[in-house]
């Protein structure tokens, strides 16, 4: 089970953490992701980040604004979210999965596992 926490309502230039706890998957999951999806569009891969090694992935889009880290202990994963614009309002979901280290972190990963979603809106 994937729980997302911490979206919101914020200004553009505002920011955001994102966290997702995973519990009963953490032992069989070594990649997990940050995902959205906005009315009326596909859902896009944002940022993954591999656990065995901290390797990362972002969507050219959020390069620069956005961070993801993990906590292994804790078996969650954050999102950073910074200087927000309108057009990252969207649905955030968390993904898990166990792939190969190049096929989490190379922009293709598919989860296993997913989240509820928790909404981010920016005006």
């Known amino acids: 089970q994937l729980v997302e926490s911490g979206g919101g309502s914020v200004q553009t230039g505002g920011s955001l953490t994102l966290s997702c706890v995973a519990s009963?998957?953490?032992?069989?999951?070594?990649?997990m992701a940050w995902f959205r999806q906005a009315p009326g569009k596909e859902r896009e891969a944002v940022a993954s980040?591999?656990?065995?090694?901290?390797?990362?992935y972002y969507a050219d889009s959020v390069k620069g604004r956005f961070t993801i880290s993990l906590d292994n202990p804790a078996n969650t994963v954050y999102l950073q979210l910074n200087s927000l614009n309108p057009e990252d309002t969207a649905m955030y979901y968390c993904?898990?999965?166990?792939?190969?280290?190049?096929?989490?972190?190379?922009?293709?990963?598919?989860?296993?596992?997913w989240g509820e979603g928790t909404q981010v809106t920016v005006s």
């Open positions: 993904g898990a999965g166990f792939v190969l280290p190049n096929r989490c972190v190379g922009g293709s990963f598919l989860p296993a596992w």
């Open positions: 009963g998957v953490s032992d069989s999951n070594n990649c």
């Open positions: 980040i591999y656990r065995g090694g901290g390797s990362t």
